[in-house]
Every structure is written in C-alpha cells, then in structure tokens.
C-alpha cells in the first residue's frame, strides 16, 4: 500500500548537478516529514536532509550548501537538488517518510537510487 519511489540517480563528474525524484503514495503525505539518507559501501546509512510538513529544512553538514530539499504536496513528491557532487558523495540514496511526531514509530524507506560521482 505504501510506496516511495525514487529515481534521479545515475554517474556524473565531479562538480556537476543532479536532482532526485521520490513518489509517494498509499499516506497522507502532507501531514509526513520527509528525508533524504545515504549509505556508502561498509557505511551506515545516515541522514542527509529533512523537511518538515510545513517546509523548514535541516541539513548534514557535509551537504550544506550544496544539497537543496524541496517537496511538492499536490504532487506527493520529494526532491533532492544535489550541486556541486564530491567523489564522497557517491552512494545509494534513500526516500524516507515519517509523521511529524517524535513518539510514532511509524518508519517508510524507498527501494533507493544510486549515485555515483567519478571522472
């Protein structure tokens, strides 16, 4: 029933832009917060951005000014605009969906997507 989709990924070179996509359906998803994780090889997966339901933003600090958040609620869709991209950043990407509340335990992952930076 639910579903996060993602897609946008692909190979660039360093210093070039790419934008992902994730579709969401089976929720309501504007009463969600949703983020954006990555996990490297043999690294844990952590969180790069989040946006609440009401579009304030937070970001790691190694993306920063480089990684922009966005969501469209008319379209159930999230983005991840990606300037600048680092080798380092090469990773699969995870859509991450949960209400806006600290005490649900209410956790939705996308299947990810993979980027790769590399000239």
């Known amino acids: 029933q639910v579903q996060l989709v993602e897609s946008g990924g692909g190979l660039v070179q360093p210093g070039m832009s790419l934008r992902l996509s994730c579709a969401a359906s089976?929720?309501?998803?504007?009463?969600?917060?949703m983020s954006w994780y990555r996990q490297a090889p043999g690294k844990e997966r952590d969180l790069m951005a989040s946006?609440?339901?009401?579009?304030?933003?937070n970001y790691a600090n190694s993306v920063k000014g480089r990684f922009t958040i966005s969501r469209d609620n008319a379209k159930s869709t999230v983005y991840l605009q990606m300037t600048n991209l680092k080798p380092e950043d090469t990773a699969v990407y995870y859509c991450n969906a949960r209400p806006g509340s600290i005490y649900s335990l209410t956790n939705y992952w996308g299947q990810g997507t993979q980027v790769t930076v590399s000239s």
């Open positions: 089976g929720f309501t998803f504007s009463n969600y917060v």
């Open positions: 946006i609440s339901r009401t579009g304030g933003t």
